[in-house]
């Protein structure tokens, strides 16, 4: 599996120095993102012309005009097929972009599986004119930048995401949204993204939240309507089918990676959850990605 980090991304002195890069669709481009991979940063595309057929993680996307596809660090993903009249924007930026610190506090109750909601989202045209416009801006910022125009290029990123934050927001339902305890079930999840590998009971969350095990379990029945064990277990499958797609890595390797004490265990736990082993879901997983 390759992965890519912006730092790879230089196409000029000034790139060392800058925390994103936007780029025009071309063949060269596309190629790079014709394999499976991950990214140790933020990519969005943009397409004004044409389509993509994108795959993130076990999700195949369409995108044409008037879509946004925003994809997270770590993220398997890669482009299946595109159409000969592409035309659209790659816009590349670190994690300190994303708004972390306004989704942590005054917006958290957006801050609700945003990984999966921002894969594929549709804008109104006159939403998807005025992003692009803002894109162009920071396209030409990245062309010839300055120290004052890169705060302004940062403000920029910052404004079109809080756009696509605000237009999923009103496309999904957030199952507890006006609760009270919404900001317990977010502190969980930033929780469970940190520790999953290390700490998956119940009751080691609820403590560090300083709750009962009961409690937890309701806030995230009424959030994400799972069970708070179900939720731990989620998060392992994912990193576990991530894992998988690593040529190079052995079942040993990844269950020892991921907390369990032996292949077997791991084999136990991918068996109770898919009723399949790990190798008939590497095979499974390896079928869709290069199909």
Known sequence: MLQYRLKQYKEKIEDENLSFRVFDFSEERINTYLKPHQNDHFCIFIVEEGKIELQVEEKTYVLNNGKVAVIFPNQLNYIKTTSINLLGKIILFDEVLFCSDILKNELSVYNVNLSTQLNCTVLGKDAFDEGLRTINIV??????????????????????????IESVHGQHIILGQNSTDQPLY???????????KHERTVQYYA?????????????????????????????????????????????????????????????????????ETPTQLQEELAQMYNT
């Not at 062309?143 to 995401?161: D, G, H, M, V, Y």
């Not at 977010?186 to 999953?196: A, D, G, I, M, T």
């Not at 190079?248 to 907390?259: Q, S």
């Open 139 to 164: 396209q030409e910022i990245y062309n010839f930048p300055s120290l004052i125009k890169k705060e302004q290029a940062r403000f920029f990123i910052k404004t079109f995401l809080l756009a696509l």
């Open 186 to 196: 977010v502190q969980f999840k930033k929780l469970l993204n940190e520790q999953y």
């Open 207 to 275: 403590d560090q939240l300083h709750i009962t095990s009961k409690k937890l379990n309701s806030i995230t029945k009424k959030h994400c309507g799972e069970t708070a064990i179900n939720t731990i277990h989620d998060r392992i499958l994912i990193e576990i089918k991530r894992q998988l797609m690593f040529a190079d890595r052995t079942h040993k390797e990844i269950a020892f990676d991921l907390g369990f004490n032996s292949p077997a265990a791991l084999n136990k736990f991918v068996k109770a959850k898919l009723n």
